[in-house]
């Protein structure tokens, strides 16, 4: 069995309206990085299962890269929130890591191995990148733009990093992809397109599991 890890009934709902899908458990694990990696860690101590696939919409930080529509799979989790704030809003390094084996705030994911390990397969037309997971997400386009230098990323979330370092600490395999849905820092409702977003999701599923519509 698969975990199908997702934020919201919404998303999940979208991951598997093509189906179905008796390889996948779908389960909600909530929004934000806490909720997700507490919901998700429970589900993995009460049932076994090869590994975890992770699906959801995310913002975009380069529309030009990874445009409204887009699957993004996720190549690192960053945690950017990890750190000592300034009065400005800046972070610089706590002192010490956050796990004893985890030196960064960054998970660095084998998508590849991860996807073989599940039995599926990534197109390679699929955009790739980091991806930053945020407690909040980002409204402001100046500091989407400062995330974007330091970070490299090309999407923003709130759960990833939570659903990957609960896969870690469990010892499975990880896969997270992203359907873009808006702009980061772009907070004008009417330039999202959730739906496409989810539409993109239901594709994604069956295109790594093959199914037909």
């Known amino acids: 069995m698969i975990l199908l890890a997702c934020p919201t009934q919404r998303e999940c709902a979208a ?8 390889e996948l458990h779908a389960a909600v694990v909530g929004v934000g990085p806490v909720a997700a ?5 429970r589900i993995l101590g009460q049932m076994p299962v090869r590994g975890v696939l992770h699906l959801g919409i995310a913002g975009s930080f380069d529309l030009a890269v ?7 799979v996720a190549t690192e989790e960053i945690w ?7 009065a400005d809003g800046t972070l610089v390094p706590l002192g010490f890591p956050m796990l004893e084996d985890l030196p960064e705030p960054v998970l660095r994911l084998e998508p590849d ?9 990534i197109p390679r ?13 980002t409204g402001d386009p100046e500091l989407a733009s400062r995330l974007h230098r330091q970070w490299q990323a090309v999407t ?12 870690r600490l469990a010892g499975v395999p990880f896969l997270e992809v992203r359907s873009i849905s808006n702009a980061v820092g772009e907070r004008d409702k ?17 295109t790594l599991f093959a199914h037909p519509s």
């Open 15 to 22: 991951a598997v309206r093509l189906g179905p899908y008796p």
């Open 37 to 41: 990696a507490a919901s998700t860690a």
């Open 66 to 72: 990874a445009p409204i529509g887009a699957l993004v």
């Open 80 to 86: 950017p929130e990890y750190g000592v704030r300034g």
């Open 113 to 121: 191995a991860a996807a073989q390990a599940l039995g599926i397969s």
């Open 125 to 137: 037309q699929w955009v790739r990148g980091p991806a930053l997971t945020g407690a909040g997400v």
């Open 156 to 167: 923003e979330s709130m759960e990833g990093f939570g659903v990957a370092l609960a896969a």
């Open 190 to 206: 009417r330039r999202w397109d959730i739906p496409a977003a989810l539409a993109a999701l239901a594709l994604a599923t069956q």
